[in-house]
């Protein structure tokens, strides 16, 4: 763990090509340097060309390219800047919608921080713009990083959604690691928890029913009562009716424990009858599945998916049960060779992060490659309106829309 934890951070640098993708990133976000920055070192084809900032010092984390022609710019002159080929928008919330149009429609590839918005009547507009129809239209992705990883991959080739009955999710970040000041609880810039870490947890719900949900349930959202703060929740959890007639449900804290503990997804299956034909043509084998994915959000540091399935033998006819027992297994799968199967060529190293896998895609998408997973804009936006629908469940309603069109 320690060794492969090392090389995620500090990756072997390989010679970048003559065609290598120039990326500008807007805004001196914290999360540059592991979204981005870090996984562009070992990217032959990915050169951090410049980063946007008001402020010259907080921007000083462009050293870390040790590219020597990494400058900081003011953001309009990013956007002019026709050497640049890409813009990683790491902004807070409410400002991806207006810099994402503006960076579309100068023509720039556009990788956007989830959450994409602020609420679905941006995704609608977004994602919708006339100029991603167009040929050679700009990519636009939204950086659900944790979806580009293999144990994710691994995961869902292991559900058939037509078998799931209940999916539950959740994650955390320590109470140590926010404070009522920064942007997770600024309404206007479309605070939250469900917009923070929640957003991961709803996406998992819809992609294991691979459905969208019909109507949240309930939403049980905990917020500050200073006035101040208190449109913006710090916890909170959600149920939803999916069109099976199943059950998600999601939380969040951003007011965890001390200990920062991993996310997980557990998703639970019906029985369902499974061939064996070492059986009589009297009897049936069923299956009633559990399978749980931790670490869902940042797999690289450790993760591990658990099978727990329960197996009985009946009469077709009578129904009755003659035989009845248990398996565990569990996988891990750091690589697409790991996961296996119809994963097993993908190109991975066991230190590449998720975003570095999502950088892998993004690139290829551009290139004219194929890519193993992509975000497309009917799932953004679909994301979106499951926020929403949880938001007014919950009271305040969904975040304010931007002015600018």
């Known amino acids: 763990m320690a060794s492969r934890i090392w090389a995620a951070f500090n990756p072997l640098r390989p010679a970048k090509k003559g065609d290598a993708l120039k990326f500008g990133i807007l805004g001196a976000a914290n999360i540059a340097p592991l979204a981005l920055i870090i996984p562009s070192k070992s990217h032959p084809e990915v050169i951090i060309q410049a980063v946007s900032a008001r402020d010259r010092q907080k921007a000083g984390f462009c050293k870390h390219t040790r590219h020597s022609h990494t400058r900081v710019r003011l953001t309009e002159k990013i ?6 080929d890409c813009i990683f928008i790491p902004l807070a919330n409410g400002l991806h919608f207006e810099w994402a149009i503006r960076s579309i429609r100068v023509g720039k590839h556009v990788l956007l921080e989830k959450p994409s918005v602020s609420n679905s009547t941006e995704a609608e507009i977004l994602f ?6 167009q040929p050679n239209a700009p990519a ?10 293999p144990s994710w991959a691994l995961f869902r080739s292991m559900v058939d959604p037509a078998d799931v009955v209940n999916v539950t999710s959740h994650s955390m970040i320590p109470w140590w690691a926010t404070s009522k000041d920064d942007i997770h609880f600024n309404y ?3 605070g939250g928890s469900i917009m923070s870490m929640g957003t991961y947890n709803f996406a998992a719900l819809r992609l294991l029913f691979d459905a969208e949900p019909e109507e949240c349930v309930s939403c049980d959202a905990q917020a500050h009562t200073d006035g101040i703060h208190d449109k913006c929740d710090y916890e909170f959890k959600a149920q939803f009716r999916f069109p099976n007639g199943g059950t998600g449900v999601a939380s969040s804290t951003l007011n965890g424990e001390s200990i920062l503990k991993p ?3 557990t998703v639970e299956t019906r029985k369902v009858v499974i061939p064996d034909g070492k059986l009589p043509a009297s009897h049936e084998k069923l299956q009633k599945r559990t399978l749980t994915l931790n670490g869902m959000v940042h797999g690289v540091f450790w993760h591990r998916i658990d099978v727990h399935d329960v197996f009985e033998v009946r009469g077709k006819d009578t129904g009755k049960v003659v035989k ?3 398996e565990k297994k569990s996988h891990k799968a750091y690589t697409f060779k790991e996961a296996g199967g119809q994963f097993a060529d993908l190109p991975g190293e066991t230190h590449w992060m998720s975003y570095r896998y999502q950088l892998e895609a993004f690139v290829n998408r551009i290139k004219g490659r194929p890519t193993q997973e992509w975000v497309g804009a009917e799932d953004s936006i679909s994301q979106m309106k499951m926020i929403d629908m949880a938001y007014r469940k919950s009271g305040p309603g969904p975040r304010p829309t931007s002015e600018y069109r």
């Open 324 to 326: 009845q027992w248990e």
């Open 79 to 84: 956007l002019d800047d026709p050497n640049i």
């Open 140 to 149: 636009l992705l939204e950086a659900f990083h944790n979806r580009s990883f």
């Open 188 to 190: 206007p810039l479309s």
């Open 263 to 265: 996310s997980w997804v």
């Open 128 to 133: 919708r713009l006339p100029e991603l129809s």
